[in-house]
């Protein structure tokens, strides 16, 4: 498919966003990058995501699981991320993540699994394969590694690579910190950053791009036509609650964590406490020990006193006969 021209001129609006919309949402999310109608931005995207990792520059995408809007109007909306084939065979797995927890890796390495294993059918060759780019924006930190781009590969120890098959990106967008903007891929990590900030009206120099523009156009759709605005709320709330949801059980397994350590701790203090008492048991016995053989020694050395005493007289007095 070929994609559709961008569009070179801003789109004036009359009147000013009536709410503020992140494109962090998933419904936004999709409608920006999973929508036919703005199947330029994805292609602008992915190029700038993956620009410097292509050997050839992406013009023409087949969105694999479009935005619906039939089915989101009947709440069926499950699949919240954007899978796409270029002119080329590659393939391309994107997803906005709110929250970040202790499987999310794991669930990141199967969803890129997932893709590139359904390539081949049966019978098809090993060769036929083409390298899947799982694309990650994450709201968190995933790890303690500086940076905000992290990429993942087969590779070996030394850095080699067992074979050029795609991988695994993830950006984090609380470790991007940009006041100035310099590239493709730096707009696009603002964007999804402080796009809830945005003034449609008066929109900041780096917004200034037909693309930007065309995504303030969609975002203004989510803002100002009821049924949209209700859709993205429905999901911002849902976020919300599963946000809640885990920050709830990292509290309760916070409390938890104390709890069995105190419960460890206690019964470490009440082994310590047993292995005193017993020590001290030991030390007395030890010592009773010790003063009944110091008594039994002085008993036996009274009665030998006193058995000489009693020969000594003896003697005497066999003298004296």
């Not at 703005?38 to 995207?45: E, Q």
């Not at 809007?69 to 065979?89: F, H, P």
């Not at 074979?163 to 603002?190: C, S, Y």
């Not at 007395?284 to 008993?299: G, L, P, T």
Request: proline fraction near 3%; charge should be neutral.
């Amino acid at each position: 498919m070929i994609s559709p021209a961008p569009r070179q001129q801003q789109r004036i609006h009359k009147t000013q966003m009536k709410h503020s919309i992140d494109p962090k949402v998933d419904c936004v999310f999709k409608a920006l990058l999973g929508a036919e109608e703005n199947r330029n931005l994805l292609i602008h995207f992915l190029n700038a995501i993956l620009g410097d990792e292509l050997d050839s520059t992406i013009v023409e995408v087949d969105i694999l699981n479009p935005y619906n809007e039939k089915e989101t109007r009947q709440e069926k909306l499950s699949i919240v991320d954007v899978k796409a084939r270029d002119d080329t065979g590659r393939l391309y797995q994107i997803e906005i993540q709110i929250s970040v927890y202790p499987s999310l890796p794991a669930r990141m390495v199967y969803t890129w699994a997932s893709v590139f294993s359904k390539q081949l059918k049966k019978g098809k060759n090993y060769a036929a394969l083409k390298p899947t780019y799982s694309i990650w924006i994450v709201n968190g930190n995933l790890n303690e590694a500086k940076g905000y781009l992290h990429r993942y590969r087969l590779r070996n120890d030394e850095g080699k690579e067992l074979v050029n098959m795609g991988g695994i990106w993830v950006f984090e967008l609380p470790k991007f910190h940009a006041d100035r903007v310099t590239t493709e891929q730096e707009r696009w990590m603002k964007l999804f950053k402080d796009g809830k900030k945005l003034d449609d009206i008066n929109l900041p120099e780096w917004m200034n791009t037909p693309e930007m523009r065309q995504i303030m156009d969609t975002m203004k759709n989510f803002s100002d036509q009821e049924w949209y605005y209700n859709q993205y709320c429905s999901r911002e709330d849902y976020l919300m609650e599963q946000a809640t949801i885990q920050t709830d059980m990292k509290t309760l397994q916070y409390h938890l964590d104390i709890e069995t350590r105190s419960k460890q701790q206690a019964l470490k203090d009440v082994a310590r406490e047993r292995k005193q008492k017993e020590a001290a048991l030991k030390e007395k016995e030890a010592e009773r020990q010790a003063k009944e053989a110091e008594r039994q020694a002085k008993d036996a050395l009274k009665e030998n006193e006193a058995m000489k005493a009693e020969l000594a007289r003896l003697k005497g007095s066999d003298h004296q006969g």
